[in-house]
């Protein structure tokens, strides 16, 4: 366990805290408890997630003790981190449903054979009043109040639960109740790892080294990636689907996904980038081989072969393959009918609005052409008896019109 780890471990990291603590843990020559702690808030996990706990996997293939927490106590509260509002309490059945796949998925970056698995219930759900007095005692009311997000909503006069204020101490709990040395997490948790170093003291401990990694930005390249912007690709997409997901965004945000999605150094990642500058390697080659790098390490080489080929077919060759799509059924009105409510009809669409923006979009196509205004269904489109290839965005289907 020495410094020569530290360019391995530091690899994409946004922050270290302090900043020489890592190589001071690393100088004692021993393992160290790195943890990561997930709140089941969400029943998958998604690349973002898959940031922080390649980090965890680093750690762990350096000879160092991976520590993951599943949040089925703090879950009932739900982070406050970034929230403007107080969250709504999840059930123990809908948090422990979550938990599940959460380990599930999180088995597809980590050797889970070889890591401390632990539900903060564990610990937080025996102590007693006179315990979480003490712990309350051990941090204050202004010390929080420096948190963003507590400070702007109590400047705006938005409501902040007590038991909000007692998440970054339950959060701090989980690091005293396995001794952590190393702490990860995405940087909008900086304030909680800090309060963790804060328990530690007083609970008697050395605080822990907190190391941050970057939020990953979403598909569409403004938002950090999350289920509610839908600009996201699971862990558990389909392997053609992820790999459709990565193709779609944009070359500057490539060298981003690079950095934090694969095993290429930075100097690795620097070295492809001029490559691709000074034409050598032509960026849909450099955003192909970064697809199929991801989706192989979720499903598989021969998977993310045969996504990358089916892309091509369908995507680059303007082919359609029909064989192995999923059947739907369309009964054609016998009236004009408008191709949004075939969208919706067959469950392709949230809404009409949302249906309205994928043909605005040109994301729905017929036998590889675009569906085009106005959006009404002809005849000579669609006939009865016959058989279509559908695509509508990523997905195509066999659309079978009786």
Avoid: C
């Avoid at 922050?15 to 998958?44: C, F, T, Y």
């Avoid at 599940?100 to 698995?117: N, S």
């Avoid at 941090?139 to 702007?152: N, W």
């Avoid at 690079?258 to 690795?268: A, E, K």
């Amino acid at each position: 366990m020495t410094s020569s780890q530290l360019p391995r471990l530091l690899a994409g990291a946004a922050e270290v805290i302090p900043p020489d603590g890592l190589e001071q843990k690393l100088a004692a020559g021993r393992p160290l408890r790195v943890k990561l702690g997930i709140d089941p808030s969400r029943p998958d996990l998604h690349l973002g997630h898959a940031v922080v706990l390649r980090k965890l996997r680093h750690f762990q293939d350096a000879g160092h003790v991976a520590i993951l927490i599943i949040g089925d106590f703090t879950g009932r509260v739900g982070d406050p981190s970034g929230q403007s509002e107080t969250r709504p309490f999840l059930s123990e059945e809908e948090i422990e449903a979550n938990a599940r796949t959460y380990l599930e998925q999180a088995g597809k970056v980590l050797d889970m054979g070889a890591a401390e698995i632990h539900r903060n219930s564990e610990w937080l759900a025996k102590l007693d009043m006179a315990a979480v007095l003490t712990l309350a005692s051990s941090y204050t009311v202004a010390r929080m109040l420096e948190r963003d997000d507590f400070h702007r909503r109590y400047r705006e006069g938005k409501p902040i639960s007590v038991v909000e204020f007692l998440y970054p101490l339950m959060q701090a709990m989980d690091s005293v109740s396995i001794r952590a040395d190393v702490e990860l997490g995405g940087t909008d948790q900086t304030f909680n790892l800090l309060v963790g170093r804060e328990i530690q003291r007083a609970y008697g401990q050395e605080p822990q080294v907190v190391l941050t990694t970057p939020l990953l930005e979403g598909t569409d390249g403004e938002r950090k990636m999350s289920k509610s912007f839908d600009n996201y690709v699971g862990l558990t997409d389909p392997p053609e689907e992820m790999f459709g997901k990565l193709m779609s965004i944009s070359d500057d945000l490539m060298w981003r996904y690079y950095t934090l999605l694969t095993d290429l150094t930075p100097t690795q990642v620097l070295a492809l980038r001029k490559r691709v500058d000074t034409g050598d390697v032509h960026p849909k080659q450099a955003k192909v081989d970064l697809a199929k790098t991801i989706v192989k390490d979720f499903h598989g080489a021969a998977e993310a072969d045969r996504a990358a080929e089916e892309f091509e077919r369908r995507f680059a060759r303007k082919e359609i393959v029909a064989e192995g799509l999923d059947v739907l059924t369309w009964e054609l009105p016998g009236e004009p009918s408008a191709w949004r409510q075939l969208v919706i009809g067959l469950k392709l669409a949230d809404s009409g609005r949302d249906a309205d923006q994928k043909l605005k979009q040109g994301a729905v196509k017929v036998n590889g052409v675009r569906i085009d205004g106005p959006f009404v269904i002809q005849q000579t489109t669609l006939e009865r008896g016959r058989e279509y290839v559908l695509e509508v965005g990523r997905r195509a289907y066999r659309l079978r019109v009786i």
